[in-house]
């Protein structure tokens, strides 16, 4: 294997090995047209300091451009029989005088490139059934990079996407209200990003896509430095949602210390695995002894959130809108969230429910023992100004 290439481009050079000795040629090559310019992205040659991966040329002035546009013909055995061949650079430097090339076509039909063999000398050998083999390896290779190009398609289109959001200083950052069941007082509020409504994608989804081109640690902390802004403007605690990845960098414990921790409930969102909860533990442990709360999302919906409560023992469960909406109505739901609320109970953790949206969910929650709501019932996500100290709570 040569050195710097991957499993697929080491792939495609062994196709292009196929080529090159089937049809005794000197050179095979695959390349990628972006336009402008022609790259040799993979290169089988029998003179490697001349021809070699990473090469360009101008894709106006090249043999495989005048085949597309239909100028030259796809199989030459002497490139001195073609008049606009010669004019070309390649004629003249290096001399190539025996040339093939078919188009490599991804599924969608789109030309990604060519896939190429070429010699020194002129061969009367070369036929069209040459061209035949050279469709079938480049079919081949085509098979093999496409899920690299829609890779690479689909980080480009995010990058388009969150890397201006990045630097105008991250997604806007909006409060919902998190109320005492039994009160009716707010006890706190979760910061919650939005991003560009016309994306019509959810804040985590936003979050994940950032991380898949590894600009999610970034984005996250400017979030987090966006609901730390809100801090100062309300009563109560403030909920910040972070992944476990983002929370072991030192970017981000920097930022959490030089913060009023007793104001803090941190939330450890699932953008991420976690993958040492020692480390884990050891990054929350001077936080927590500074008065910052932990908080689980996700309760009930998964098993993952039940392992980090047994492992981080946290101070708030907040139980998944899916074992909470619909409460009120369903024969099933409560008993799985009284179960839940007694785990909270032997655990110490206040137990938080997401996704309260009518009253008798709301009443429901409180006769099965659920300390606070979270919901379209008590409110949207809102800015700072807008949130009340106290809400409306229907009696048992």
């Given amino acids: 294997m040569r050195r710097n290439r991957t499993e697929t481009a080491e792939q495609i050079a062994q196709l292009l090995q196929t080529a090159r000795q089937s049809l005794g040629l000197s050179l095979a090559f695959m390349t990628r047209m972006d336009g402008t310019t022609q790259h040799l992205e993979v290169v089988e040659s029998s003179v490697p300091l001349v021809f070699r991966d990473g090469n360009?040329?101008?894709?106006?002035t090249s043999f495989c451009q005048a085949?597309?546009?239909?100028?030259?013909?796809?199989?030459?055995?002497?490139?001195?029989?073609?008049?606009e061949a010669m004019k070309l650079p390649s004629a003249r430097m290096p001399r190539i005088r025996s040339f093939v090339s078919v188009p490599v076509v991804l599924s969608d039909g789109t030309v990604y490139g060519t896939f190429c063999a070429a010699g020194f000398l002129a061969d009367k050998q070369l036929t069209k059934r040459d061209k035949a083999l050279m469709d079938v390896l480049s079919h081949a290779a085509s098979l093999?990079?496409?899920?690299?190009v829609r890779r690479r398609a689909r980080a480009q289109e995010i990058a388009a996407r969150i890397l201006p959001v990045i630097e105008t200083g991250g997604p806007a950052?909006?409060?919902?209200?998190?109320?005492?069941?039994?009160?009716?007082?707010?006890?706190?509020?979760?910061?919650?990003?939005?991003?560009?409504?016309?994306?019509?994608l959810p804040p985590d989804r936003c979050f994940a896509d950032a991380h898949l081109i590894g600009e999610g640690h970034r984005l996250e902390l400017l979030a987090l430095h966006r609901a730390a802004g809100h801090i100062a403007r309300v009563s109560g605690y403030v909920t910040?949602?972070?992944?476990?990845?983002?929370?072991?960098?030192?970017?981000?414990?920097?930022?959490?210390?030089?913060?009023?921790?007793?104001?803090?409930?941190?939330?450890?969102?699932?953008?991420?695995?976690?993958?040492?909860?020692?480390?884990?533990?050891?990054?929350?442990?001077?936080?927590?002894?500074a008065g910052m709360r932990l908080a689980i999302d996700d309760v009930g919906a998964g098993f993952s959130s039940l392992r980090h409560i047994v492992v981080t023992a946290p101070d708030v469960i907040k139980l998944d809108r899916s074992i909470v909406t619909g409460v009120a109505a369903d024969p099933v739901l409560p008993v799985v969230t009284h179960a839940l609320v007694e785990l909270g109970r032997a655990t110490g953790a206040k137990v938080v429910a997401e996704g309260?949206?009518?009253?008798?969910?709301?009443?429901?929650?409180?006769?099965?023992?659920?300390?606070?709501?979270?919901?379209?019932?008590?409110?949207?996500?809102?800015?700072?100004?807008?949130?009340?100290?106290?809400?409306?709570?229907?009696?048992?």
């Fill in 56 to 60: 360009t040329q101008p894709q106006a």
């Fill in 67 to 83: 085949i597309m546009d239909g100028k030259l013909p796809p199989v030459m055995p002497d490139v001195k029989d073609f008049p």
């Fill in 144 to 148: 093999l990079i496409e899920p690299d």
């Fill in 173 to 200: 950052v909006l409060l919902q209200p998190v109320v005492d069941l039994t009160t009716g007082e707010r006890a706190g509020a979760e910061a919650l990003s939005r991003f560009p409504a016309a994306w019509g």
């Fill in 240 to 289: 910040m949602n972070v992944s476990p990845a983002t929370l072991l960098t030192p970017e981000c414990t920097d930022l959490l210390g030089r913060l009023p921790l007793h104001r803090i409930v941190l939330e450890l969102s699932e953008h991420d695995p976690v993958e040492d909860y020692d480390e884990l533990k050891a990054a929350l442990g001077p936080l927590r002894a």
């Fill in 356 to 396: 309260v949206e009518t009253a008798q969910d709301a009443a429901a929650l409180r006769t099965i023992g659920v300390d606070l709501g979270q919901g379209w019932h008590f409110g949207r996500a809102m800015a700072p100004e807008d949130l009340r100290d106290t809400y409306a709570v229907c009696p048992v």
